[in-house]
């Protein structure tokens, strides 16, 4: 039943999202993996926590698009993501979704041993932990760009133009909280309705995981914002921050000047790498607490 299930859900959003053109073909397939690696697991968390991902960051994406073109020229185009993009904000969270069912598909928290409850709680803080971090960052980068005042970098406190890497402002810090809360959220209405009685029974931990998400996705955020500053190349072209330029573009034109950091990673790694240390300290954070 849950693979039917899993089918529908994932074919509805994929179907929805190329609708909408806020995914390309092979972002569509991407999607799709990442769907049914997700939707196919009998915890509904994993499945609640990557729609709250999805959909949030979907409509924010789309919010005021027409300043966010004036802002950035590339915003159309940035806008619908592909596959190495889906598989960056969604990959790792689908890995841990296998190991958790490889480990607990069909077990309920009541039978499973003090050592497998917490194998259990381990795998669900690192799934919030990088879903925390993606969706931060796209509420950062979504909500932040509208900011009335410009970002500073967060190296350097000095003012940058939006779209700079590593540049942060109050109104994307405070976006990053709001989006790891909103997981968290998400997380805590999903365990709870499943498995309320497991909680009233003491078999599984009363975590307040809205600010366990809140915490994670600023953290994540933040490092983002690091390595953006650091070793994600920003280039000043017509007044304007870009990134991610070829090395033919980079040569054709002689007037870019380089704002921050080093051409070492792109976009897709920057996210990859801020996601995995975010799981990373999550797994480390819960495990100090056992």
Do not use: H
């Not at 409509?59 to 993009?85: E, G, I, N, V």
């Not at 402002?169 to 805590?188: I, Q, R």
């Not at 209405?189 to 309320?196: E, K, P, V």
């Not at 920003?234 to 921050?260: W, Y």
């Amino acid at each position: 039943m849950r693979v039917y299930f899993a089918i529908l859900l994932t074919s509805a959003l994929c179907l929805g999202a190329l609708k909408k053109r806020s995914l390309s073909a092979t972002g569509v397939l991407a999607a799709a993996v990442v769907g049914l690696t997700t939707a196919s697991n009998d915890n509904l968390l994993f499945t609640t926590v990557l729609l709250a991902f999805f959909i949030s960051s979907s409509l924010w994406t789309k919010y005021q698009a027409r300043q966010k073109m004036r802002l950035d020229p590339k915003f159309t185009t940035a806008s619908q993501r592909d596959w190495r993009q889906v598989l960056c904000n969604g990959g790792i969270g689908s890995a841990i979704s296998l190991v958790y069912q490889y480990y607990f598909d069909g077990r309920r928290p009541e039978d499973l041993s003090i050592g497998e409850r917490r194998l259990m709680t381990v795998l669900i803080w690192a799934y919030i932990g990088f879903y925390a971090c993606c969706t931060a960052d796209t509420w950062a980068s979504e909500i932040g760009t509208l900011s009335s005042d410009w970002p500073v970098l967060i190296t350097t406190w000095k003012t940058v133009p939006p779209g700079t890497n590593g540049g942060i402002s109050k109104l994307g810090l405070m976006s990053s909280f709001a989006g790891g809360a909103m997981v968290g959220l998400a997380a805590d209405i999903a365990l709870w309705a499943q498995y309320f009685y497991a909680f009233r029974s003491g078999a599984l931990p009363r975590i307040p995981y809205v600010t366990v998400g809140s915490l994670l996705g600023t953290l994540g955020s933040v490092i983002d914002s690091l390595l953006g500053a650091t070793v994600q190349a920003s280039f000043l072209v017509d007044k304007r921050a870009v990134s991610d330029l070829t090395a033919a573009e980079l040569q054709k034109r002689k007037d870019i000047k380089v704002i921050s950091g080093a051409d070492i990673l792109s976009n897709n790694m920057v996210n990859v790498v801020s996601s995995a240390c975010t799981t990373a300290a999550a797994v480390g954070l819960i495990a100090l607490l056992m």
